[in-house]
């Protein structure tokens, strides 16, 4: 597509349900991240996939979160058993290759509330 | 390790007058810089980067910003504020190896009629 497109784009869950979050990168970049952003804060890396694989989660922040990519396309963000701290928009991104020097093209995000 | 570090979580300027966004960051490896800008209810936009070419980089919207090593900076600047303008800005480090970026906290920029 032309842009990164994320799904929903507004979810309000009760806590303890699980949610799935979708992310559609560009088409032709390989490389996709998942941040979020808390209210007031900045971004906070979750996981970085190259492909399929995703050689980097060191940010998922309990074994709550997991994410997934399949086709080197579509990745998804599921996070268990939700908690009210889990409530921040969670932004997509990809890049063409996971150079650096191409920078991101990050989606509108998803605004997840837990109550 | 690297970081970023965004001075100022809230800038005002008159319209018509100079921005100055600060960003310094801290970083092992020669990094490459980059400023993002976010409008209300929208994704994060490139502004414009650094990847060790010239120092002074210019961006869209007429910003630029300037690599200065010595001081560790990439400030973002624009000579002249538009309403337009009025978002949240948030500067970006990564090295030039490994595939994560690290992002400041932010700086909302209000423009002042």
């Known amino acids: 597509g032309a842009g990164v497109s994320q799904s929903p784009s507004n979810k309000v869950t009760e806590k303890g349900k699980d949610v799935e979050l979708r992310c559609d990168p560009i088409?032709?970049?390989?490389?996709l991240y998942w941040y979020r952003q808390s209210l007031g804060q900045g971004l906070e890396f979750l996981i970085y996939f190259q492909g399929n694989s995703a050689p980097d989660k060191s940010g998922l922040p309990s074994d709550r979160f997991s994410a997934e990519r399949t086709g080197g396309s579509v990745s998804t963000l599921t996070i268990q058993r939700t908690q009210q701290e889990d409530s921040a928009v969670y932004r997509c991104a990809s890049s063409f290759s996971g150079l650096q020097g191409y920078g991101y093209t990050f989606g509108s995000g998803t605004r997840l509330t837990v109550v | 390790a690297q970081s970023v570090t965004q001075l100022g979580s809230h800038v005002s300027v008159s319209e018509g007058a100079l921005v100055l966004l600060r960003c310094n960051y801290s970083s092992s490896v020669p990094p490459y810089l980059f400023w993002y800008v976010q409008y209300p209810n929208q994704g994060l936009q490139l502004l414009l980067k650094y990847t060790s070419a010239a120092t002074l980089v210019k961006g869209i919207n007429g910003f630029e910003a300037e690599f200065k090593k010595s001081e560790t900076s990439f400030h973002l600047t624009k000579p002249s504020a538009h309403m337009s303008d009025a978002a949240e800005y948030f500067c970006?480090?990564?090295?030039?190896?490994?595939?994560?970026?690290?992002f400041g906290t932010g700086t909302s920029l209000t423009v002042i009629p």
């Open positions: 088409s032709g970049h390989t490389a």
């Open positions: 970006a480090v990564t090295p030039n190896t490994g595939n994560q970026f690290y």
